[in-house]
């Protein structure tokens, strides 16, 4: 399973989901642990402030179960790489916070014809839906249209 971003959304999920013993966990995030949010992204701790996400969170996940293979995707991940990571997962949660990501995931998990997760989260509203690009009785996300960014 591939967790694109790392923070207030992915990081509780990573944490429960190695809890329950998902077997491989790949962790992408391009930002480093910072002390403003430690209120909200449980997985971390005082001493992971400055230290990049997907090794804070890889240690933190490895003390609650050292089970899952854990691989870290420190970084953006480009179109290319993004569509050969997908490809290696049977399933894509996006917890990330801008719209150039969420198309990004989305479009390759439509050409990799794999099911996305999506979450977001504003103060105290969430939306959570799941894009199945194996059906083609489901929904996907919107592509954007060109000078959406």
């Known amino acids: 399973m591939l967790l694109v971003g790392l923070g207030g959304l992915g990081s509780p999920a990573a944490l429960y989901l190695a809890a329950a013993g998902v077997g491989r966990l790949l962790l992408n995030d391009f930002d480093k642990v910072d002390l403003s949010n430690l209120q909200r992204q449980i997985l971390y701790r005082d001493g992971d402030v400055g230290a990049p996400k997907t090794e804070a969170a890889a240690t933190a996940l490895k003390g609650v ?13 480009d179109e290319a790489t993004l569509g050969q990571v997908i490809r290696r997962c049977d399933l894509v949660l996006d917890g990330s916070d801008n719209f150039g990501t969420r198309f990004a995931v989305n479009k390759a998990c439509v050409a990799a014809r794999k099911p996305l997760v999506s979450g977001a989260a504003l103060r105290y509203e969430g939306q959570l839906a799941v894009f199945d690009a194996r059906d083609a009785a489901s929904p996907l996300l919107r592509m954007p249209l060109p000078g959406d960014g």
């Open 65 to 77: 179960n050292p089970g899952p293979m854990l691989e870290q995707l420190d970084g953006r991940l």
